[in-house]
């Protein structure tokens, strides 16, 4: 561990995103009104936090001076979300509305003319930046996902669902084209929230011509492989050389049993000319993704983990050097791991974001001679916020994404003389204007074993010290997610604050931002030190006075939920009241239906039927320590949930009811791990507030 004054010296910035800023101006029906907010220092309600607009980065113009930024609103009334481009000055000025279309617009391009590509419905647009009318490019039958046009423009490469295996009966029995029956002989047969019925994602590339798109080649034709990458992989996966000569894809290779036990995805290289296809990362067998070549097309970075079948291993920057031909780890002496980077526009640096004791910062590396670079990390900055995508690099800035915990995304300038955030967009100023803020401090605590455990602290509105307040200790999932100042709509602890908790969010053993041996140490021992750090972080904070003792609870989610199944055994009374959502309760069960055995097979040590295994299915089991509850507790349960499939909340609640614990299952049915719909998250918070005012 790192000394403790470090972080205790960044907690004293406070956080330049809570500032106040004038709003920009509501141009648009996708803009925030400001008609619910009439009443200042009101509360943050569920109701509120889904009418946030949510931003998201899109691009720069290709001289720096303008933001391309989307904005998803919500209508409750509709039960979907409408997202619209908008366009702002960086260096500061007025946004106004690029897109007003029914539908969700992404930008593919900005051209060196001040033209703006953008994919809508499957189609490629064209638009000025200037304004005026857009021009439909394509009119491609199947639709286009992933764009990505070539430097020269004179070719496209784009992904999309290719039938490959008949799997579903109306693929393989044509005739019986009314049937529903999915048949399997290997695994991999369902994936996160789908069953697979044989369609695998596969790039193209083709010739085009402003619009006219030539015939397709399918880069893995006939093949049972996924690029990009199933179910979460996008245009990351995708990329051109800088001469537009060849294609690079991400794909893990691997069919079935082997495709579900492994993690080693690598990055192809497809000659346009030849058609001849290389593997650029041979020999290295974790994850190998995001490819992103330097301005000048002299080095190529990506990211990349070492061990196969470890989702969550140390990621670093590797950089391969087409003169020198060497591929050399960057960051294999840093004690970190990194989250995403770009090249600094002259390509002697990469920024790269990562997480560090509870945030997430930038950072920099200076490339030059590859050997010598390697170690040589520096953090560029420092503060109460976390940093999310790198837009660019413009003039001595770089354009960032940012939040807090009482933040939602906006897009910011971070001055790299100046180590400073300043807000680009402001799309929810107005709204955060009228909310009541809650207190965010940084708090360590000496865990069981003596090691320094840090959390955040989140205080109700207008904290009162002198008053006692009920408490919630939050469990992460994960397991090596970080618990850090990142936003969420519906994990939300500015929500659970403003109703009057206090809530602790412990940084325990198994998240990153506190070395690469802290986050490793909670595979293998999910039920171990990690669950006594979380019951040392609720002691600590049980000792202050305003912390009403006898009316703590835990609550949640994944690994968290499982995390719940396990305190609700352990606690010794430390608990009125318990929350998990799609938690695992029964280790021997999930390792059966569950669908990325790699995870399983590395963070439990492998299958229930190896004795080397015996403690995770025994010791670290909730299932068999049920005979210890005693305590009430809510369960949610997605039911289109194939990572914690839906008989673990089921068998939890079946147990609960059986040994008369007051107990509530709520049923989820079209929800995968999360919650997606806005009616069922407004149902999803409805229920998980009124539990904790009925129990705690």
Excluded at 122 to 149: M, P
Excluded at 214 to 228: N, R, V
Excluded at 451 to 458: E, G, R
Aim: with cysteine.
């Amino acid at each position: 561990m790192d000394k403790i004054s470090a972080l205790a010296c960044a907690l004293l910035f406070s956080s330049s995103l809570l500032a106040q800023h004038t709003p920009a101006k509501r141009v648009n029906r996708t803009l925030v009104t400001n008609k619910i907010y009439n009443v200042r220092n009101d509360v943050m309600t569920p109701e509120k936090l889904w009418e946030l607009g949510r931003v998201n980065a899109e691009g720069l113009s290709f001289d720096g001076k303008h933001l391309i930024y989307g904005v998803s609103n919500y209508s409750f009334g509709e039960n979907k979300s409408e997202k619209n481009l908008f366009i702002v000055p960086v260096e500061g000025g007025e946004a106004v509305p690029f897109t007003t279309e029914a539908g969700a617009e992404s930008v593919v391009q900005v051209t060196k003319d001040g033209n703006v590509i953008y994919l809508y419905k499957g189609q490629l647009w064209l638009k000025s930046l200037s304004g005026g009318d857009a021009q439909q490019l394509t009119s491609v039958e199947e639709g286009l996902e992933n764009v990505k046009i070539s430097p020269d423009g004179k070719h496209i490469l784009f992904s999309r669902a290719v039938l490959v295996k008949k799997y579903h009966s109306p693929d393989k029995y044509p005739d019986l084209a009314k049937s529903n029956v999915y048949i399997y002989d290997n695994l991999d047969y369902r994936h996160w929230d789908s069953f697979n019925d044989g369609r695998f994602n596969h790039p193209f590339v083709a010739s085009y011509d402003n619009g006219k798109i030539g015939e397709p080649i399918d880069l893995l034709a006939d093949q049972p492989f996924y690029s990009p990458q199933a179910p979460f992989g996008g245009a990351e996966d995708l990329a051109w050389t800088p001469d537009s000569k060849a294609v690079l894809y991400v794909s893990k290779k691997k069919f079935g049993k082997e495709y579900a036990v492994s993690t080693n995805t690598d990055i192809f290289r497809y000659e346009l000319a030849s058609k001849t296809t290389t593997n650029l990362t041979e020999g290295m067998v974790g994850y190998d993704t995001h490819p992103l070549y330097s301005p000048d097309g002299q080095k190529l970075a990506w990211l990349s983990m070492k061990t196969d079948g470890y989702e969550a291993d140390k990621t670093d920057l590797i950089v391969f050097d087409r003169k020198s031909t060497q591929r050399v780890n960057l960051t294999a002496a840093w004690d970190g791991t990194v989250n995403s980077f770009i090249w600094s526009k002259d390509g002697r640096k990469l920024y790269f974001t990562a997480p560090t004791r509870g945030t997430v910062q930038l950072f920099e590396l200076e490339v030059g001679q590859p050997k010598k670079a390697a170690g040589q990390v520096k953090q560029i900055s420092e503060g109460q916020f976390d940093i999310g995508d790198i837009v660019g690099e413009v003039d001595g800035a770089l354009v960032v994404s940012s939040t807090t915990l009482t933040r939602a995304v906006e897009i910011y300038l971070y001055d790299l003389k100046k180590k400073s955030l300043r807000a680009i967009t402001k799309v929810n100023d107005a709204a955060f204007s009228k909310i009541a803020e809650t207190k965010v401090e940084g708090r360590f605590t000496k865990a069981s074993d003596g090691a320094d455990l840090f959390s955040w602290v989140i205080y109700p509105p207008n904290f009162d010290p002198n008053k006692k307040y009920p408490t919630l200790l939050f469990c992460q999932g994960g397991p090596q997610s970080a618990t850090t100042l990142g936003y969420s709509f519906r994990w939300n602890f500015q929500l659970m604050a403003s109703q009057g908790y206090i809530v602790i969010l412990p940084n325990r053993r198994g998240m990153p931002g506190w070395g690469v041996k802290w986050n490793q140490d909670i595979s293998k021992d999910w039920g171990g030190q990690p669950i006594r750090d979380y019951l040392s972080a609720v002691d600590d904070l049980a000792k202050e006075p305003y912390v009403d003792k006898a009316r703590i609870g835990a609550v949640g989610a994944s690994y968290g939920g499982y995390s719940v199944f396990m305190l609700a055994a352990v606690h010794d009374g430390r608990f009125k009241s318990l929350i998990s959502h799609c938690g695992l309760f029964d280790m021997t069960s999930w390792y059966g239906t569950t669908e990325e055995l790699f995870f399983a097979n590395y963070d439990l040590g492998g299958p229930y039927w190896d004795k080397a295994n015996e403690k995770t299915y025994t010791d670290f089991n909730p299932i068999k320590h049920v005979d210890k509850w005693n305590t009430p507790i809510l369960i949610f349960q997605g039911g289109k949930d194939f990572r914690v499939p839906i008989g673990q909340g089921l068998e939890a609640f079946q147990a609960a009811q059986l040994k008369n614990i007051k107990s509530r299952l709520v049923y989820l049915p079209e929800e995968n791990h999360w919650v997606l719909s806005g009616h069922n998250a407004q149902v999803w918070q409805r229920e998980f507030f009124g539990w904790l005012k009925e129990t705690l």
